[in-house]
Structures are given as structure tokens and as C-alpha cells.
């Protein structure tokens, strides 16, 4: 009985999570788009997400294959070199509780509100970002409409209300 548990343990699919300057490394030997989960700690919503749509099978499965996926705290002190930058956090206060100072990368990236989920193509350049909580058949037609380059085409409003009723999602 113990060996069931363990095998079902370790068949559930997880995303693979790693830093910004990772995924910017691991981009230079094999190109790949980025899709990076800006979060706070003390966000709601940014839990929810991580509960209920990241460890869902089918996004975990389709951000492993498609994308590196970038977990990145807006208010942590991770230092992110970024188009020959480097991005701290100068104002954040160890120890306090609730808000901190935004990271400086969060500020460069726009980030107003959380979570945002932010995508990058397979040179690091910044693409659209979506932000609040999406279950993970919302998180879908995003997910693919980057990976494929569909956003490419997607220029009106008509034509992004065509590509969603159009859109036929798998996830459950």
C-alpha cells in the first residue's frame, strides 16, 4: 500500500520552476519561450493560482514542454541581470511583514498588480503579460496562443474575439 502512495506522488506532474537568470541561460543553449509567474507573498490570488491552476496535470505538462517556466517574487531581493542590467531590490526591509518595496525587474516588467504572468520569446524579449487569478482553462488559449506565435497575427480586437470563439481548449 505504501508503494501506491509513493508511485502517485511521484507520477503527479509539477511545473519545473527556476530563476529568470536560469531560464535566460538555459535559453542560450536551447531556445525556448519564457513564461514567468510574478507573485508576492502575502497575495491571495497568487496562492490560489499556484493551489489550484499550476498544479493542475495539463498546465503543468504543457508549460514543462513549451516554455521555462520562472517563479519571481516582486517583492524578494533576487538579483536578475536582464539585457545587460542588473535588477535588486535597494529598498526591500528584511523581516517586515505584508508589502515590501516592488523589486526593481517587477517595475522594468510594468507589473501593477498580482499575480501577473508575464511571457518572454526565445531571445528574452518581453511579450504580453495577463495578470490576476485564471483557472486553468482560462490560462490555456494563453499559454498556446504564445507558444504557437499565434499572438503574432492577433493585431485587432476582432480578430483576438475570433481566435477565442474559435479557441477549443483540452485542459480540465
Request: hydrophobic share 35%; proline share 3%.
Amino acid at each position: 500500500m505504501v508503494a501506491i502512495l509513493v508511485t502517485g506522488v511521484l507520477s503527479a506532474q509539477k511545473i519545473n520552476w527556476m530563476s529568470m537568470n536560469e531560464a535566460l541561460e538555459a535559453q542560450k543553449e536551447n531556445p525556448k519561450k519564457i513564461f514567468m509567474d510574478v507573485y508576492t507573498d502575502w497575495c491571495g490570488p497568487c496562492k490560489i493560482l499556484d493551489r489550484k491552476t499550476f498544479q493542475n496535470e495539463d498546465v503543468a505538462k504543457y508549460v514543462n514542454k513549451h516554455y521555462y517556466a520562472v517563479k519571481f517574487n516582486a517583492e524578494g531581493t533576487e538579483k536578475i541581470t536582464y539585457q545587460d542590467f542588473t535588477y535588486t531590490n535597494p529598498n526591500y526591509k528584511e523581516g517586515k511583514r505584508g508589502r515590501n518595496s516592488q523589486h526593481l525587474f517587477a517595475n522594468a516588467l510594468k507589473v501593477r498588480a498580482y499575480p501577473t504572468m508575464v511571457f518572454f520569446d526565445e531571445k528574452g524579449k518581453k511579450l504580453p503579460a495577463i495578470t490576476g487569478y485564471h483557472t486553468p482553462e482560462q490560462l490555456e488559449i494563453y499559454l498556446k496562443m504564445i507558444a504557437s506565435d499565434d499572438y503574432k497575427e492577433l493585431t485587432t480586437q476582432k480578430a483576438w474575439k475570433e481566435y477565442q470563439e474559435n479557441f477549443e481548449g483540452t485542459f480540465n
